[in-house]
């Protein structure tokens, strides 16, 4: 499996924070390739246009007011799946082949596998994959695949006018992250960082994030795991209980084998 | 009073109405089918028993109805046996000597009623799993409208009862058929033999005996 993986590249976006204008053309871009359609907008006192993402919204741009040492902040967030090195939903869900995971780092649903169970929204740590109670199966942003395999860019990349989107090796990603969090520093920004958890063995997502001690206000959790407790102790209780109910089976014949049936007096 | 507790030769007496033995069933059935599409959820190398049920994702629409069929079942179920469930002093002495019950060692076996303490523990711990079961797996058919957070400490629940249900299900299953022979028929035409009556659930038999000479 390493060996597979070490023969191409992993792939990652790289969303630089402080270059975003909020013009949501990613949103559109989005929408377009992946023939999503419109959904009706309500205002809710954002520019944001929807409260959350759904099956059919996969890349969403949160605006959220905040101040920050005494400074109203507009903190934009550009909020879809981040493709985890250890995906949640694919560690929660039950139907072989619904959840995959490339050897490029992309994490995609195949929705003729999923049977709706919902178990991968328990499972990921970043609330992304939305479940359509008309089809019953659940979706999210599958990184434009049909394009990478193509050699293209994903379309959110692909439409960004002020660069803000960077695409490459995972490598060359977190090397440019680098060199724009040493920009951000000498411009003021001393808590400037990537964003790439390693509580989910990292993102092929990732964040430059101008105040990186503020992840919560950019909508981004501070320290993500793909196994929140719930989960690890159902990993527990699960080989717990293959152990326990095959040994019952084995317990009864054993049980059997040294009694028998009980054969009553005459 | 010996020739009441006495066997009475060819005699069969009826353990279970009809309308016991259908609930018993209803209720076996959908929970061996929730078992085998909820194995199927829980194991990846199960998931192919997904296929008897139409498939996952059929298995996943059924599922939830079989639970229906269940906890409807098990209410019926509890109203109809709950009076007879309850431990008294006898079945404390018969829990005791559970240890001579699994040995075979049946002279040091305290006597029991209609049902042994055992079946009433069994009983018991079917009611409370239900409650788990049906409480948890309400939450999980419905995950659209509550938080990640809760589904994950439901699915935990859920799974928590799954695995106090299977155990359950295969000690009753090896008990009430190969181990103790002519107990299944008590399930099947409701009947059982004076001798396996008078074997099994002495005070039982005795009851019995004794009002059909009144």
């Known amino acids: ?173 977190l090397a440019l992250a680098d060199q724009k969090i040493e920009t951000l520093k000498a411009r003021g920004y001393d808590n400037a960082a990537v964003y790439n958890p390693a509580g989910v063995g990292g993102t092929h997502m990732m964040y430059v994030v101008p105040h990186g001690d503020h992840l919560e206000d950019y909508s981004l959790p501070a320290d993500p795991t793909a196994s929140p407790a719930p989960m690890t102790g159902l990993v527990f209780l699960k080989r717990l209980g293959a152990y326990l109910m095959s040994f019952s089976v084995v317990g009864a014949l054993v049980h059997f084998l040294a009694f028998g049936p009980e054969r009553l007096e005459e | 009073m010996t020739v009441a507790t006495g066997e009475v030769r060819n005699r069969i007496l009826l353990r279970f109405t009809f309308f016991e033995r259908i609930i018993h069933w209803i209720v076996g059935g959908a929970f061996v089918a929730l078992l085998m599409t909820g194995l199927a959820f829980a194991y990846p190398t199960l998931f192919w028993m997904t296929i008897l049920f139409g498939g996952g994702a059929a298995a996943r629409v059924l599922h939830p109805w079989f639970g229906v069929a269940f906890g409807i079942g098990m209410v019926v179920m509890v109203v109809a046996w709950i009076r007879d469930m309850f431990l008294d002093d006898g079945d404390r002495q018969w829990l005791a000597a559970v240890k001579h019950y699994a040995m075979r060692d049946t002279d040091r076996v305290p006597p029991a009623g209609k049902y042994n303490a055992g079946q009433k523990m069994f009983f018991w711990f079917q ?63 409701g009947m059982v033999t004076d001798r396996w009556a008078r074997h099994h659930h002495p005070r039982w038999h005795e009851e019995r005996t004794r009002s059909e000479l009144l």
């Open chain 1, 1 to 173: 499996m390493d060996a597979l993986r070490s023969a191409g590249p992993t792939y990652s976006k790289l969303v630089d924070i402080s270059k975003c204008i909020g013009c949501k053309g990613c949103e559109v871009a989005c929408k377009e390739w992946n023939d999503l359609g419109v959904e009706p907008t309500a205002n809710f006192g954002s520019i944001q246009s929807h409260k959350d993402l759904s099956p059919k919204t996969w890349l969403l741009m949160r605006f959220n007011e905040v101040e920050i040492e005494g400074n109203l902040n507009w903190l934009i967030t550009k909020d879809a799946c981040l493709h985890c090195e250890e995906p949640g939903c694919l560690f929660a869900c039950p139907a072989p082949g619904a959840i995959v995971q490339y050897t490029n780092g992309i994490v995609d649903f195949n929705q003729e596998n999923c049977i709706g169970c919902q178990y991968c929204v328990t499972g990921c740590p970043f609330d992304i994959p939305k479940f359509d109670a008309s089809t019953r199966k659940v979706s999210k942003c599958n990184m434009c695949v049909d394009r990478v395999e193509s050699g293209l860019e994903p379309a959110c990349v692909k439409t960004c006018p002020t660069n803000a989107i960077s695409w490459g090796s995972k490598e060359d990603m």
């Open chain 2, 127 to 189: 009611a409370i799993l239900a409650i788990v079961f049906l409480v948890s797996g309400m939450f999980l058919w419905f995950p659209e409208y509550f938080s990640a957070e809760v589904l994950r400490w439901m699915r935990l629940s859920h799974y928590l009862a799954t695995l106090g249900g299977g155990v359950l299900l295969v000690v009753h299953v090896y008990l009430g058929t190969v181990a103790y022979p002519g107990t299944a028929r008590a399930m099947v035409d």
